[in-house]
Every structure is written in C-alpha cells, then in structure tokens.
C-alpha cells in the first residue's frame, strides 16, 4: 500500500474538551505519524469556504458557526493507506454508528460536534493540505 497524507481537523467540541493529546495517541497508535500540526481559530468564512461541498445541506450555517467557535487543531497525517486508515480511526460520522475504540465512539457528543474530520479521498487530502498547510510546513 502506498504511503499516504491526510488532512485531520480535531474539532471545536474536542479542543474544548482538553482531548487533543488522546485523539493523537489513537492516530499514534494505528501508526499514523503527524507530520504537520498547528492550533487556529477559524472565522465563519473559512469554515465555510473549507465546507463548501456542503453549502446546500440543512446543516451548514451550524456546522460553520461550530467550526468558528473555538480554536482547532490542523494536522497532516501520513502513513501507509493514510486517508482510510484515519477513516477507521475516527469511526462513522454519527457516533452512535461508530464502532467500539474509534474516535468518535469515545469522545463525539452529536453528529454535528463529532470531534474530528479526515479526508475523504486522495484529491480532497491534497486540496484540504493546501487550504491549510504550505508545504515546508510538512515535516515527514
Ligand atoms: N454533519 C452534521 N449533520 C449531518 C451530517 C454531517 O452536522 O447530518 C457535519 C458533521 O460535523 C460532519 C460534517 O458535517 O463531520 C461533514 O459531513 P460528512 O458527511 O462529510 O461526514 P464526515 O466525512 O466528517 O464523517
């Protein structure tokens, strides 16, 4: 499997939480390395722009306005097979569907303010990098 970057996002309802470091250790532990990191507090436009994809979904104004509520923690991800691997990590979108250890099933309170995001794709890794990250920032 080829080795693999992804763009991960610990989520306002996380870094309120003070969870930071245990979420890293569940990507440490499945042997994602993170190579890039950095604390922000996006503006709602950001948020927006970032979601963008989902403009037309009943719940963009509130996840934008959640995303701009508090500092977040940006980080780039690599490893083998990274972007699914992540995917598995951070365990289905609404907590009470996510499997047992994942991210989501131990720390997500809602579907909406569900602790972290991960790339979905290869392309959507690469661009999400780049709204992000330049790339001496990426240290592998
Ligand atoms: N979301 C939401 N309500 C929904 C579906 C999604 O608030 O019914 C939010 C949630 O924070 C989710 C994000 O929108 O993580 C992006 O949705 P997507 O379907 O891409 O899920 P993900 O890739 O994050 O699992």
Redesign the pocket.
């Known amino acids: 499997m080829a080795v693999e970057r992804t763009l991960s996002i610990i989520?306002p309802d996380a870094t309120r939480r003070n969870l930071t470091g245990k979420i890293n250790a569940k990507f440490e532990e499945a042997g994602l390395r993170i190579i890039a990191q950095k604390r922000i507090q996006l503006t709602k436009a950001q948020a927006g722009e970032f979601?963008k994809v989902?403009a037309e979904?009943p719940?963009y104004d509130?996840?934008c306005e959640?995303m701009a509520s508090e500092p977040v923690v940006v980080q780039v991800l690599e490893g083998e097979g990274a972007i699914a691997k992540n995917r598995e990590v951070?365990g289905?979108?609404n907590p009470a569907d996510a499997a047992e250890g994942t991210i989501r099933a131990e720390f997500a309170e809602s579907?909406?303010?569900?602790s972290v995001?991960?790339s979905?794709a290869p392309e959507t890794a690469a661009e999400e990098i780049a709204y992000y990250f330049s790339g001496l920032e990426l240290v592998g």
């Open positions: 989520k979601y989902h979904r719940f509130e996840l959640f951070m289905a979108t579907v909406g303010e569900n995001h991960g979905d």
